[in-house]
């Protein structure tokens, strides 16, 4: 059985309209994306594919001390996630990047975990049913996985551009903890009109867990032995 969290405050299946008719709330399912849909990092994959085995341990090792304090709590974990980030990717162009980023996407699909992937292909076709990938990951790399499922929106953390070429800095807060919530209502405001089912494996989805009327935790794993 997958292990799950059910929220007490289940809202009923039918709302009213604002036309006084019957209307069957919409369902929407919300997957975490890095150990809940793949069974690595892909920020560190993204690096080992980019820059080769040895610049990756590079810029782990020169940012180590970020690293270790924000495994501490003792540093912000978007920060340190942006400092890694700016050393490896600041001043390459937009273009290339995005470029990268589907031929990264399309080399590593054995990176999805294949039981979380096909839940995901089949619930964004189901009628009155919404996908999300809620995750703290660019949006750049994760949204080409689901090029071929066009009901997924993934709602990432974000990447500054200016005149065509990366800042190293992000332009979103990183999607992460309670910054999941803020995401998922920045499209979804209106809370009565869906049910919301989540779907994580750490802490950093903790928050939208709990907001969920279902969540589930680390469902995929036995699944796909890994």
Same mark, same amino acid.
């Given at each position: ?16 309209? #604002? ?8 369902? !929407?399912? $919300? ?18 594919? #980019? ?5 990756? &341990?590079? $810029? ?19 920060? $340190?996630?942006?400092? !890694? ?19 990264? $996407? ?18 964004? #076709?189901? &009628? ?12 750049? &790399? ?69 907001? #969920? ?14």
């Amino acid at each position: 059985m997958i292990p799950h969290i059910t929220n007490d405050n289940v809202s009923p299946d039918v709302v009213s309209s #604002a036309s006084g008719t019957s209307v069957k709330r919409q369902t !929407v399912h $919300a997957f975490d994306f890095d150990g809940t849909l793949t069974s690595k990092d892909t920020f560190i994959e993204l690096i080992r594919f #980019a820059k080769g085995e040895k610049e990756l &341990w590079l $810029a782990l090792l020169r940012h180590v001390h970020l690293l270790v304090a924000m495994k501490l709590g003792l540093y912000d974990n978007g920060k $340190a996630k942006e400092a !890694v980030f700016s050393y490896c990717f600041k001043g390459m162009t937009e273009e290339a990047f995005d470029d990268m980023c589907r031929r990264f $996407a399309s080399a590593n699909r054995r990176l999805l975990r294949s039981s979380g992937i096909a839940m995901v292909g089949r619930l964004q #076709a189901e &009628w009155n049913t919404r996908v999300l990938v809620v995750t703290a990951s660019l949006d750049k &790399w994760v949204a080409p996985f689901f090029n071929d499922m066009p009901g997924v929106t993934v709602l990432g953390t974000g990447i500054e551009v200016k005149d065509g070429v990366l800042t190293g800095r992000f332009s979103t807060n990183n999607c992460h903890g309670e910054e999941k919530v803020r995401r998922i209502l920045r499209l979804l405001p209106d809370r009565r009109t869906y049910n919301l089912v989540a779907y994580g494996d750490s802490g950093g989805d903790r928050a939208m867990l709990d907001f #969920a009327n279902e969540g589930y935790y680390r469902p995929f794993r036995k699944k796909d032995n890994r």
